[in-house]
């Protein structure tokens, strides 16, 4: 029950760093268990459990780096068009509905990553329709909160602007 | 002593279980007839509707809430709308996460009741881009996740900030009970986190039985 704390100092987000997190919330759908292993089982059993596991947790670490690798490109066209509608469009664009159809296709994302599974002990898992719901979810949620991000960043540097004059 | 223990607040877990004092439903819209009334009919769905939950829309007077599910197409509100009323936006309770300054004086975990122990003991976070009480959360509808009750909050980020903080406290603005601001739960950041005229994201964890930020066995 641990929130992750992202930090960048001096501006928004880089699209590696809401690739990085958007990756990890992926691959935490790979779960693997951490409670000990019943000392009651015949070692050879144990043994097995312990082995699984740890293919389970390398296989996380692997491609979790894979599917932040495909997502960079996306985030960063979220965040770079979100800019260019702020450019555009000024403190209109605040008001404007936050949709990520805007800069991404998510169902096109959601292509590029599924390959990764293929072939792996998850592969099964990652193919059902439930799960490519999920990680639907998970990737429109963050392509808005990087544009949220940008547009209050805006409207932040926007205070500091004097009233127009009448 | 000092400081923030992760942990889900006691008094949370007696009121939302059994006294039903939180409502986390998230937003959704839904159709119902009646003019200038309180009893609503032809409503088009009861789902995330829950006694308390406030709603809005056209000719929906300010404040009102679900008093009374009357049928699975009728409600009774607690204010008469002021016109005909069309589409009606629903929303659980008001929560929000409070960030705790580094050093905080008081002790918060399990034993906390209330937002107001973190400003009773002046330990809430100040800083460029930090608004005192925090931030408003969007709440996710709550789910059943190998048989545990979760729910779980939109991301949330500061920007244009600069402070530095320890841990935080999530609590609902609505008061459905004696206290005002009660405490949900709190999180122990693992050490200070400091922001300078940057962003500032809290991500939160996988809504899983073993990973929601709020979750009852």
């Known amino acids: ?166 | 002593m000092a400081g923030t223990t992760t942990a889900v607040c006691n008094s949370f877990k007696r009121d939302a279980t059994f006294s039903g004092l939180h409502r986390f439903n998230q937003s959704r819209t839904f159709t119902a007839t009646g003019v200038s009334t309180q009893t609503w009919t032809s409503v088009s769905a009861l789902t995330g509707l829950a006694v308390g939950c406030f709603l809005s829309g056209s000719n929906v007077a300010a404040g009102t809430r679900v008093a009374d599910i009357l049928s699975s197409t009728s409600i009774f509100v607690s204010k008469a709308s002021t016109g005909a009323i069309g589409t009606v936006t629903s929303v659980g309770d008001i929560f929000k996460l409070a960030l705790i300054k580094v050093g905080p004086t008081g002790t918060y975990g399990a034993a906390s009741t209330t937002y107001a122990d973190i400003t009773g003991n002046s330990d809430e976070v100040s800083g460029t881009g930090y608004t005192a009480t925090g931030i408003a959360l969007t709440n996710v509808d709550p789910s059943i996740s190998t048989n545990t009750a979760i729910t779980d909050f939109a991301d949330v980020s500061w920007t244009s900030a600069s402070f530095s903080t320890t841990a935080c406290m999530i609590y609902n603005t609505t008061q459905n009970g004696p206290l005002a601001t009660p405490a949900c739960s709190t999180h122990d950041f693992g050490g200070t986190q400091t922001v300078t005229a940057g962003t500032f994201s809290l991500v939160f964890p996988t809504p899983d039985a073993s990973n929601a930020i709020l979750r009852v066995a």
């Open chain 1, 1 to 166: 029950m641990q929130p992750r704390i992202m930090i960048t100092n001096g501006g928004t987000h880089p699209p590696e760093k809401h690739a990085d997190t958007t990756a990890w919330k992926i691959v935490d759908l790979i779960r693997v268990p951490e409670t000990p292993v019943d000392p009651a089982l015949p070692e050879e059993d144990r043994l097995a459990i312990e082995t699984n596991r740890e293919a389970m947790r390398q296989l996380k670490a692997t491609i979790e780096p894979q599917i932040a690798a495909v997502l960079v490109k996306h985030h960063g066209a979220v965040q770079h068009g979100e800019r260019g509608k702020l450019k555009d469009h000024g403190h209109d664009r605040l008001t404007h509905d936050l949709d990520v159809a805007d800069h991404v296709d998510v169902d096109a994302v959601l292509a590029e990553v599924n390959p990764l599974f293929a072939g792996t002990s998850v592969a099964v898992h990652f193919a059902k329709a439930e799960v490519h719901e999920r990680l639907r979810d998970i990737l429109n949620d963050d392509f808005t909160h990087a544009m949220k991000i940008e547009r209050s960043t805006h409207a932040d540097a926007s205070k500091s602007l004097a009233p127009a004059k009448v």
